[in-house]
């Protein structure tokens, strides 16, 4: 049984910055690509960041580029997603998910990740 354990949510104000972690139990996380998503109060999940299993590529929706950085350290097993410049819209649960078996691209939508975490809620109040 796989399991994704994030940490690091929290109620921040706008222009804070937050850093959560996504800690795996399964040794082939090295061959994962691994990505944050968000779903916020009443809407669908969505896309946040991805990084591939060679952490060396990354990807971000528009509405974080250049605020929100993905990381993976496979020697700890762990995803990190450092926010900055946090704003009321960041606001939602976050979740880390997997895609495993050394994809060749970095994926964005729910159905093509196999592995999620329970979520962890970030709130940024204005």
């Known amino acids: 049984q796989v399991q994704l354990v994030e940490s690091g949510g929290g109620l921040v104000q706008a222009g804070d910055s937050l850093a959560l972690s996504c800690v795996a139990s399964?040794?082939?996380?090295?061959?994962?690509?691994m990505a944050w998503f968000r779903q916020p109060p009443g809407k669908e999940r969505e896309f946040v960041a991805g990084i591939s299993w060679t952490t060396t590529s990354t990807s971000y929706s528009q509405s974080v580029k250049g605020r929100f950085t993905i990381d993976k350290r496979n020697p700890r097993k762990t995803l990190y997603l450092q926010m900055n410049n946090l704003e009321p819209e960041d606001t939602a649960v976050y979740y880390c998910?997997?895609?495993?078996?050394?994809?060749?691209?970095?994926?964005?939508?729910?159905?093509?990740?196999?592995?999620w975490g329970q979520g962890t809620q970030v709130t940024v109040s204005s």
């Open positions: 399964d040794e082939r996380f090295i061959g994962w690509t």
């Open positions: 998910a997997a895609d495993d078996g050394y994809p060749s691209d970095i994926m964005t939508a729910v159905s093509d990740y196999e592995h």
